[in-house]
């Protein structure tokens, strides 16, 4: 696959990306959904600074999808435990 270098605007700012030519339609996609979310947070709330806005979609798809604080804790300290894990077993392999 070749890459494409398109630009994307998320909360007003442009940015440019080099994605697989595949990838474009997702990537432009997630962009109109991340401004979607963004306008309907601006509606609910008062608040007009878009990183404010943006921090509270992090938050808010992070919850949406299952991930709690509780979860990302337990799930980085399994991966840095695997990592322990992995690199015991090839050194007593050795």
Excluded: W
Aim: aromatic share 4%; net charge negative; glycine share 2%.
């Amino acid at each position: 696959m070749s890459e494409l270098s398109i630009k994307v605007n998320i909360a007003n700012r442009v940015y440019p990306l080099s994605v697989q030519r595949d990838e474009e339609e997702e990537v432009r996609k997630a962009a109109a959904f991340i401004n979607e979310r963004l306008k309907a947070l601006e509606s609910s709330f008062a608040v007009k600074d878009k990183l404010d806005l943006l921090a509270m979609l992090a938050l808010e798809l992070t919850l949406e999808k299952g991930h709690g604080a509780e979860e990302l804790v337990y799930d980085k300290a399994h991966d840095h435990l695997q990592a322990l894990i992995d690199r015991i077993d090839t050194t007593l392999a050795s």
